[in-house]
Nanobody
Framework: QVHLAETGGDLVQAGGSLRLSCVAS????????MGWYRQAPGKQREPVAV???????NYSDSVKGRFTISRDNAKNTVYLQMTRLKLEDTAVYHC????????WGQGTQVTVSS
């Protein structure tokens, strides 16, 4: 069973930056596409960034040009560099495979204040 552990969330002012990290347990990390997802209060979880096994990336329109996803297969880790944060980026951020596994980690809270 894969265990996903997200860290790096924080309270940050609008316009600021954060870097999220997610470590995945188990073997075979490098062969899977990975993604970052977020769930804002009262909304459904949505994908925001995806990285393929060979490092192709894709982003939702809402974060394109501001967020960067990357991975380090030697560390079983996927990152999300977030810049020019907006109030509407406030959410719990999760990582998971693409398509996602049934089980999710606890996520990490990102709160953007004005």
């Amino acid at each position: 069973q894969v265990h996903l552990a997200e860290t790096g969330g924080d309270l940050v002012q609008a316009g600021g930056s954060l870097r999220l990290s997610c470590v995945a347990s188990g073997s075979g990390f490098s062969i899977y596409a990975m993604g970052w997802y977020r769930q804002a209060p009262g909304k459904q979880r949505e994908p925001v960034a995806v990285i393929s096994s060979d490092d192709f990336t894709n982003y939702s329109d809402s974060v394109k040009g501001r967020f960067t996803i990357s991975r380090d297969n030697a560390k079983n880790t996927v990152y999300l560099q977030m810049t020019r944060l907006k109030l509407e980026d406030t959410a719990v951020y999760h990582c998971n495979r693409v398509p996602p596994l049934a089980s999710w980690g606890q996520g990490t809270q990102v709160t953007v204040s004005s």
